[in-house]
């Protein structure tokens, strides 16, 4: 009985919360990319540095978050990694000479304005963030 009270409970709590804090990345273009949505395959590939481009658009420029919840949500839900294992794996890529890490910024203000400003720039931040000058991307 303790084992159903206890499961109701994080079910009606913890969940509710757990999925509402998933929801709050949002993808955001300087308005010069002509796409309007992204699928969450080229966002990993974007981001993984498979490619350098998206779909109706040539070249494309992403920025990264340094770190935090905003981050580490964006890794999990579109690239699929841990942030250890996204650095580990630009790290390769890099001394390889297969790449060059994306540009990393402290905050997600400074996320909207570089992507503001930045031709084909993409990026991402909280829901909440205000994000003029930039369009959200709808991710499929």
């Given at each position: 009985?303790?084992?159903?009270?206890?499961?109701f409970?994080?079910?009606?709590l913890?969940l509710p919360?757990?999925?509402?804090?998933h929801?709050?990345?949002?993808?955001i273009?300087n308005?010069s990319?002509?796409?309007?949505d992204?699928?969450?395959a080229?966002?990993?590939?974007?981001?993984?540095?498979?490619?350098?481009?998206?779909?109706?658009?040539s070249?494309?420029v992403?920025?990264?978050l340094?770190?935090?919840?905003?981050?580490d949500?964006?890794?999990?839900?579109?690239?699929?990694k841990?942030d250890?294992?996204f650095r580990?794996?630009?790290?390769?890529?890099?001394?390889?000479g297969q790449?060059?890490?994306?540009?990393?910024?402290?905050?997600?203000t400074?996320v909207?304005?570089?992507v503001a400003?930045?031709?084909?720039?993409?990026?991402?931040?909280?829901k909440?963030?205000?994000?003029?000058?930039?369009?959200?991307?709808?991710?499929?």
């Amino acid at each position: 009985m303790k084992k159903r009270i206890l499961l109701f409970l994080f079910s009606a709590l913890v969940l509710p919360v757990a999925q509402r804090a998933h929801a709050q990345v949002v993808v955001i273009a300087n308005p010069s990319v002509k796409a309007m949505d992204v699928s969450k395959a080229e966002l990993r590939d974007l981001f993984s540095g498979v490619t350098s481009s998206l779909t109706g658009w040539s070249q494309v420029v992403p920025v990264l978050l340094k770190q935090g919840p905003v981050h580490d949500e964006f890794l999990t839900k579109y690239v699929g990694k841990s942030d250890t294992a996204f650095r580990m794996s630009w790290r390769s890529l890099v001394f390889s000479g297969q790449g060059v890490m994306p540009r990393s910024l402290e905050s997600e203000t400074a996320v909207v304005e570089f992507v503001a400003r930045t031709p084909g720039a993409i990026g991402y931040v909280s829901k909440a963030t205000p994000h003029e000058g930039v369009k959200i991307l709808v991710v499929r």
